[in-house]
């Protein structure tokens, strides 16, 4: 029970990487907020609710303030405070630069970036004044290495990992770590639509010869999480089974 008495916000935790970290962090004994956009969200949190859990879902977009506002209030109000934010909320709209549109360009930005902003800033005064707090946001190895018609999302997932020198930078001093994780190639609804015969030309990549699962970055989540990474502040942590690219 690495996160007992631990309250945790998950965005996008209804499903993939998300998912897979919202059913980890309640079996390590935290309550968790859902903060997804998508309505089955509500269906899981019920499901798990029925289970014995303490699980709380808002449907909300990381790209409206007012209602992110809202959702901590509530979050507090329900469950006394928030000690984690998992920022794991993201979108693609790949296209190559000549080919990428304004609108695609600003939609990744939106969530993937200016999301990730809203959500911490909002918590992280809440954290501040209770002295504690564990801040871990989804980066990813592209965001290291660069990705063929990915301009936008490597562009977020870059930036991640500068922001999160500087709020380890700014926000240590008040209890709070900020890490960030950079996932490789991982089986999730995001890749499926990725042909067969494309991914497995990416294994050779992969030296442990497989694509990750959600459940691979979850662990990563839950360690720079938990009170075992309390001197762990403004790291990458890279999880992609020592992928070449």
């Known amino acids: 029970m690495r996160l007992a008495n631990k309250v945790a916000v998950i965005t996008g935790g209804a499903a993939g990487i998300g998912l897979a970290t919202t059913e980890l962090f309640l079996k390590e004994g935290a309550s968790v907020a859902i903060w997804d956009v998508t309505p089955s969200g509500k269906e ?72 990730v902003f809203n959500c911490t800033q909002i918590v992280a005064e809440h954290m501040k004044q209770r002295g504690y707090g564990r801040i871990v946001s989804a980066s990813s190895n592209v965001g290291l290495r660069g990705n063929y018609g990915q301009t936008n999302y490597v562009a977020t997932k870059s930036a991640i990992i500068g922001m999160t020198k500087v709020w380890a930078l700014e926000l240590g001093r008040f209890g709070i770590t900020a890490n960030c994780i950079a996932p490789g190639f991982i089986e999730t609804q995001m890749t499926q639509a990725i042909p067969e015969e494309v991914k497995q030309k990416m294994i050779p990549l992969i030296p442990v010869g497989h694509w990750g699962s959600p459940l691979d970055i979850a662990y990563g989540y839950l360690y720079l999480a938990s009170d075992e990474a309390a001197y762990v502040n403004g790291i990458c942590l890279t999880i992609d089974g020592g992928s070449a690219r």
């Open 44 to 115: 899981l949190a019920d499901k798990l609710l029925a289970e014995g859990y303490k699980v709380w879902f808002q449907q909300v977009s990381v790209t409206d303030r007012e209602d992110l506002t809202d959702a901590a209030t509530e979050t507090i109000a329900r469950f006394g405070k928030i000690d984690i934010l998992i920022n794991n909320a993201g979108i693609t709209k790949d296209k190559t630069l000549l080919k990428m549109g304004q609108d695609d360009w600003d939609q990744v930005l939106a969530v993937n970036l200016t999301g």
